[in-house]
C-alpha cells in the first residue's frame, strides 16, 4: 500500500469520526492505531496518528463554519476518497477498512437514519454488493440471527449446542464467552470479533480486546492459557467441511526404509491425517523428502511398516485404490511440442473414457479457464530453454494433469522450486483450493515464505538421513523447537510487528552447531539428528490407533479409463501430433535418409569410363555396389536406431505419472511401434529412391526397401529396448556405437565369416554370431536378390549354377577325393592311424552326400568297406573307377551348360535385336565386382577340408546349403528347412522379422529392462 492511498483512508477514517461525540474520539483513534499496527512500524504510526488528527482537526473546522452544508460536503469527499482507494486496494484490503469504519460508528449506540445512509453509500462506492454489506452490518451492529448469510458465521463458545442452529458451532471448552467469525465469500477470508473478557486472547502476538474486529488471515493462531491455540485450519473446516462421501482417513504406521549399506533413508514414522487438509514435508537437501513421498503414494515399498487409506493398504491393494491417488513429481510432465491445450485433453482423454469428445472438450476448457490458462491455451509448451510460456504456467498446467481427474489424495513433489515468490504463491493456493474441496494434499518444500508456510494445515519435518523430527500444526513448529532449545523468545512464532513467520528459522534451530570459546562454529550440532529423532518419539508422535485395520469404504473415483484400444488411438495422435508439431524434428528425420543416400550414392559412383566417354558410367563396372549395399543397410540401422533411441525415456516420467491410472503399456508400446513403422518405412522409401537411381540399380526398389525396412524395424524395436532399459539419454547414446559396430564387423562385408577368430570362425556355414546380426541377413539377401534376380543375370543364373556347379565337381571335388584316396593308400601301412581314419571318415561322407544331391549318381557299392581294417587293394580300383565316371558326367553336363548358355544368349539377341543390346543389358543389370564377391574369384581357395567333410569355397552363390536347419554359406542362393528349400531374400526377410517379432516381446514383457536393473543391482550391491 502507498502512503498516499494510507493517507486517503485516514481522510476518510476522519471523517467518520465526526460521527461520534468529542468525547468519544480517543476510542476512534485507538481502532485506527490498531490498524494501522497491521500495515506500518511502531515509529510510523505516530506520524500517521499526527496526519490523522490534522485531517479531523480541518474537517472539524470546516463542519463548523458550514453546518448546514457540512455532511453534502464531506459525503462528496467521501466519494471521492473511495474512488481513489478503487484504483489501489484490493477487495479484501477494502473489507479490513470497511470493518475498522463499522467499529468507529459501532461505538454510537444508535445511528440516525442520514448516517445509516451515509455508510451504506461508502459501501456502495468500496463495489461492495448488497450481500456484503448487509452481513458485515448485521455481524456488528444486529444479534447473529439477523446475520442474512447464517452459513457465513460460526461461533466458538462452551455450550454444546447454538441458540441459532443455522450457524455453524463449535464448542470450545472453558471458552469464557464467545468468538464469532464471519467469512466473507467475496473476498475469501475471515474476521472475528469475541466477548471474552477474563482470558487474554492473543493474534499475532498481540492481545486483541472485546468487542474489536479482526481480520483472521490465512495461518493466523488465535491463542489463550485457557482455551489453547485456535487454528487458522481449525476454523477452514467447518466451512469448507467435505461430503462425507468422499472423506477419508490417510495413516501411515511405523513406516521405515532404508538404503543398502547405508543409516539413511526413513527412521520409523507415524502420523494419521484426515481429507480435506494440506500437508507439508519440509527438511533440508538430502533428508529424504522425495524418499518419503515416494513411500506414501506406493511408487516405492517401506521395508516394514504400513500406509493405509481408510485400511487399504496403498502398496498391496492398489486394485480398490485405484483413481484415488494422483503424483505430480518435482520435474514438468509435459510434452513440449503439444499446445497447452492439447497437453490437457489427452491426459482427460486416459482418464475418462466414458466421456464424448464434447464433453472432454467442456471439461478440458473449464479447467484451463480456472487456472487462467485459457487465454495460452494455444501456445506451445516448450522446454525450459526454449520457453513459450512461463515456469509458473507451466507449474499450474503440469498440475492440472493430475487435477483433471480429480484424485482424492494429490502427491506434489517441489511444486515451487524454480518459480518466483509470486508464481509460488498462485500454484500453492492452487492446491490449497483443493484441500478446501475435501481433497488431502501432501507437498514436499524445501523454504517456503512466510505466506506459503501459514497455508499448511499440517507439517513433518525431517532431519538428515530421514529422521521425523516434528509433526503438528506448522504454526506450532516454531515454538516447539524454540522452547527444546530453551531460547529467549520461545513464546513467540510470528513476528510481532508484520505477523510473518520465519520457516527458515526452523531448520536453523534444528541444525544450530556449537560455537567454540573463540566464537566459531565446531561443526558439531548442539542437537544431534537422532536426539531431535527421540524428542519426536517422546513428544510429538501420534501412535497408531489399532494394530488391525479396519477397512472402510473409500471414496469413489470418476476415473475411467478407455479400453485397450481406445488407449493405443489416444496415445498414437498424441505422439503424432508431438512429432508433427516439431518441425526441426520432421525435417531432420524426412530428409536425413534422401540426403544420406545421395552422399552414399555420389561418393560410390565410380565412372569407369568407356570408349566414347572418359567419365561414362557403367553400372557393370561400379566396383563400389557392394559397398553401397552394405552401406545402405547399416544407414538403415542407424536412422531406425535414431528414430527410436529416446522415444520411451523421455516419457519416463510421464509413464510414471500414467502408472497411477493403471493405463496398457502394450498400447503405449504399440502406438510407438506403429508411429516408428511408418517413419521407416518413409526414410527406407526416401533411401532407395534416391540412392539406387544414383547408382542406376534398376529394377530393385521394393526388394532394397522391403529389406531396408525390415532392418530399420529391427533397430526401431532394439532401439525401443534400450530406451526402455537405461535411465539416462547420455547412457543411451553411449551404448549405441557398442550395438552398431558389430552390425558392422559381423554384416558379411567387412570381415569374412571363415576368417574370424578360430574360436567362432566356420567353415561350412555363417557362425551363430554372425546369425544373430541383422546387418547379415539384411546384406546378404540384397547382395544374392540383387546378383541372382537381376533382369540380365535371371536368363543364365539356372544354367550358371548347372556350369558352376559341374565344373566344381569336375575340377575340384573329384580330383580332391582322388588324392585322399592316394593318401588313403599310401598311408595304409603307415602307423598315423588318426589321419587314416579322418580320411575314411571324409571319404565316406562325401560319396553319400554326392549320391543323395545328384540322382544320376549311385550309391558307391562297397562305401562300408572304406575302412581302415576294411580297405582293399580292389576296393581302391573299385573307387578310382566310379570318380571317373562321375568327372565323365559332370564333364558332359558342363558342355551341355555351356551350349544352353549359347542358345539363350542366341534367344535375347533376336528378342533384343542385335548382339550389342544384349550387352548393353548386361552393362546395365550385371554388376562385376558384386559376382566377384557372390563368386568368391578374390579367393584362390575353391576347396578345403573341414571336420570330415569338404567344403566348397568356390562360387557360394551357386553351391547348395548342406544343412536342413536353415543355417548355410554366406550368399548361400537359398536356404533348406527339411525338405523345404526357400529363396534368399524370403527367408532372410523372415529372420529379420523373427527378429523383430522377438525385440517386440522383449520390449512387451520388460526383458532387456529386468535384465538391467537385476545386472545392475548385482554387480553394485553393496556399494
Not at 456502495?124 to 448469510?149: G, K, T
Not at 518459480?419 to 507437498?443: F, N, P, R, Y
Not at 523454504?447 to 538428515?464: A, E, M
Amino acid at each position: 500500500m502507498s502512503e498516499s492511498i494510507l493517507k486517503a483512508i485516514l481522510r476518510l477514517f476522519a471523517i467518520v469520526s465526526l460521527l461520534l461525540p468529542d468525547d468519544k474520539q480517543l476510542y476512534a483513534e485507538e481502532i485506527i492505531k490498531s490498524y494501522l499496527l497491521q500495515l506500518v512500524n511502531q515509529e510510523k504510526i505516530l506520524q500517521f496518528l499526527a496526519i490523522y488528527r490534522f485531517y479531523q482537526n480541518d474537517f472539524k473546522e470546516r463542519a463548523q463554519k458550514k453546518p448546514g452544508k457540512s455532511s453534502r460536503l464531506f459525503s462528496v469527499k467521501s466519494l471521492l476518497i473511495c474512488e481513489q482507494i478503487n484504483k489501489h486496494l484490493l477487495q479484501n484490503q477494502k473489507a479490513l477498512m470497511f470493518f475498522q469504519i463499522l467499529d468507529i460508528v459501532h461505538y454510537k449506540s444508535t445511528l440516525s437514519e442520514l448516517e445509516n445512509d451515509y455508510i451504506k453509500t461508502l459501501a456502495i462506492s468500496l463495489n461492495f454488493s448488497e450481500d456484503l454489506y448487509n452481513n458485515c452490518r448485521a455481524f456488528i451492529f444486529e444479534p447473529l440471527a439477523e446475520v442474512p448469510d447464517k452459513n457465513s458465521v460460526l461461533m466458538l463458545s462452551n455450550a454444546a449446542f447454538s441458540a441459532e442452529p443455522a450457524i455453524h458451532h463449535w464448542q470450545v471448552a472453558n471458552l469464557r464467552g464467545s468468538i464469532v467469525f464471519l467469512f466473507i465469500k467475496e473476498t475469501n477470508n475471515f474476521f472475528f470479533r469475541h466477548t471474552v473478557t477474563d482470558d487474554q486472547l492473543i493474534l499475532k502476538g498481540r492481545k486483541t480486546i472485546a468487542g474489536r474486529t479482526y481480520n483472521f488471515e490465512k495461518g493466523s493462531v488465535l491463542r489463550s492459557l485457557l482455551i489453547g491455540a485456535i487454528h487458522y485450519s481449525d476454523i477452514l473446516k467447518y466451512y469448507f467441511n467435505p461430503n462425507p462421501e468422499s472423506s477419508f482417513r490417510f495413516e501411515a504406521s511405523e513406516i521405515e526404509y532404508r538404503f543398502t549399506r547405508s543409516g539413511n533413508g526413513i527412521f520409523p514414522l507415524s502420523f494419521s491425517i484426515e481429507s480435506g487438509q494440506l500437508l507439508g514435508i519440509m527438511g533440508g537437501s538430502g533428508v529424504g523428502k522425495s524418499t518419503l513421498l515416494n513411500l506414501l503414494n506406493g511408487n516405492l515399498k517401506p521395508h516394514s511398516g504400513q500406509v493405509t487409506i481408510n485400511g487399504f493398504d496403498v502398496h498391496t491393494e492398489k486394485k480398490e485404490l485405484h483413481g484415488i491417488i494422483g503424483y505430480i513429481p518435482q520435474e514438468d510432465l509435459l510434452i513440449e511440442e503439444l499446445t497447452v491445450y492439447r497437453n490437457l485433453y489427452f491426459n482427460a482423454r486416459l482418464c475418462f473414457g466414458n466421456l464424448s469428445e464434447n464433453q472432454i472438450e467442456v471439461l478440458v476448457n473449464n479447467l484451463l479457464t480456472d487456472l487462467d490458462l485459457f487465454e495460452i491455451k494455444d501456445l506451445k509448451v516448450g522446454s525450459v530453454l526454449n520457453k513459450f510460456i512461463s515456469g509458473g504456467q507451466r507449474k499450474r498446467l503440469n498440475i492440472s494433469l493430475e487435477l483433471i481427474r480429480e484424485p482424492y489424495l494429490l502427491f506434489v513433489d517441489e511444486p515451487t522450486s524454480g518459480l518466483s515468490s509470486t508464481d509460488s504463491e498462485t500454484v500453492m493456493d492452487l492446491l490449497k483450493e483443493q484441500a478446501m474441496k475435501g481433497k488431502l494434499v501432501v507437498i514436499n518444500i524445501h523454504q517456503p515464505s512466510s505466506d506459503i508456510f501459514k497455508l499448511f494445515d499440517k507439517l513433518l519435518v525431517l532431519d538428515k538421513g530421514g529422521r521425523p523430527v516434528f509433526f503438528g500444526n506448522p504454526v506450532d513448529a516454531p515454538l516447539y523447537f524454540k522452547k527444546v532449545r530453551q531460547l529467549i523468545n520461545a513464546e513467540d512464532s510470528e513476528c510481532i510487528t508484520c505477523g510473518n513467520l520465519n520457516p527458515e528459522q526452523i531448520l536453523q534451530i534444528i541444525e544450530a552447531e556449537e560455537i567454540n570459546e573463540f566464537g566459531k562454529h565446531t561443526g558439531k550440532r548442539v542437537f544431534s539428528p537422532d536426539e531431535w529423532y527421540n524428542l519426536y518419539k517422546k513428544n510429538v508422535e501420534v501412535k497408531p490407533r489399532s494394530t488391525d485395520r479396519i477397512k472402510t469404504r473409500v471414496p469413489w473415483s470418476l476415473l475411467s479409463v478407455p479400453g485397450k484400444y481406445k488407449q493405443f488411438g489416444i496415445f498414437l495422435k498424441r505422439n503424432l501430433l508431438s512429432k508433427l508439431a516439431d518441425r526441426q524434428y520432421l525435417l531432420i528425420n524426412l530428409l536425413e535418409a534422401p540426403l544420406l543416400a545421395f552422399i552414399l550414392g555420389f561418393f560410390t559412383r565410380y565412372n569407369a569410363g568407356s570408349a566414347t566417354s572418359e567419365y561414362a558410367y557403367i553400372f557393370s563396372a561400379n566396383i563400389n555396389l557392394p559397398v553401397y549395399i552394405f552401406m545402405g543397410v547399416i544407414v538403415a540401422l542407424f536412422l531406425g536406431m535414431m528414430v527410436s533411441a529416446e522415444e520411451i525415456i523421455r516419457d519416463r516420467k510421464i509413464i510414471q505419472r500414467e502408472t497411477f491410472l493403471n493405463l496398457s503399456r502394450l498400447s503405449y508400446y504399440n502406438s510407438k511401434v506403429l508411429f516408428l513403422l511408418v517413419l521407416s518405412a518413409i526414410q527406407t522409401l526416401a533411401f532407395v529412391l534416391v540412392g539406387n537411381c544414383i547408382m542406376g540399380i534398376k529394377g530393385m526398389i521394393f526388394p532394397y526397401w522391403m529389406v531396408l525396412f525390415s532392418a530399420s524395424v529391427f533397430s526401431n524395436l532394439l532401439g525401443l529396448n534400450i530406451s526402455d532399459s537405461l535411465k539416462s539419454v547420455v547412457s543411451i547414446y553411449i551404448l549405441i556405437p557398442l550395438l552398431l559396430v558389430p552390425q558392422i564387423l559381423l554384416g558379411g562385408a567387412m570381415v569374412r565369416f571363415d576368417r574370424l577368430n578360430k574360436q567362432i570362425a566356420s567353415q561350412e556355414v555363417v557362425p551363430v554370431i554372425g546369425d544373430l546380426m541383422a546387418s547379415r541377413w539384411a546384406y546378404e539377401a540384397l547382395a544374392v536378390h540383387q546378383f541372382k534376380n537381376s533382369r540380365y543375370e535371371k536368363f543364365f543364373y539356372f544354367t550358371d549354377k548347372t556350369e558352376s556347379e559341374s565344373s566344381f565337381r569336375l575340377n575340384y571335388l573329384v580330383p580332391e577325393l582322388q588324392l585322399i584316396l592316394d593318401e588313403v593308400s599310401e598311408k595304409t601301412s603307415k602307423p598315423d592311424k588318426e589321419l587314416i581314419n579322418k580320411n575314411f571318415a571324409l571319404l565316406r561322407n562325401e560319396l553319400i552326400f554326392l549320391a543323395q544331391s545328384d540322382e544320376n549318381i549311385p550309391v558307391f557299392k562297397n562305401i562300408e568297406m572304406l575302412d581302415e581294417e576294411k580297405f582293399t587293394r580292389n576296393v581302391e580300383e573299385e573307387l578310382n573307377i566310379y570318380l571317373q565316371r562321375i568327372k565323365d558326367l559332370y564333364l558332359r553336363k558342363l558342355d551341355d551348360a555351356l551350349d544352353n548358355r549359347d542358345k539363350i544368349i542366341e534367344g535375347l539377341v533376336i528378342k533384343l535385336g542385335n548382339k550389342n543390346k544384349v550387352i548393353e543389358m548386361k552393362h546395365d543389370y550385371y554388376n562385376e565386382s558384386l559376382a566377384e564377391i557372390v563368386m568368391n574369384k578374390r579367393d584362390n581357395e575353391k576347396i578345403i577340408r573341414y571336420k570330415n567333410r569338404l567344403v566348397r569355397k568356390a562360387e557360394p552363390i551357386f553351391a547348395m546349403p548342406g544343412s536342413k536347419s536353415g543355417r548355410a554359406h554366406f550368399y548361400s542362393p537359398v536356404k533348406r528347412i527339411g525338405g523345404l528349400t526357400i529363396n534368399t531374400l524370403w527367408f532372410n526377410m523372415a529372420a529379420l522379422w523373427l527378429m523383430n517379432i522377438a525385440f517386440f516381446l522383449f520390449l512387451h514383457f520388460g526383458i532387456i529392462r529386468k535384465t538391467v536393473t537385476f545386472s545392475g543391482n548385482l554387480l553394485f550391491k553393496g556399494r
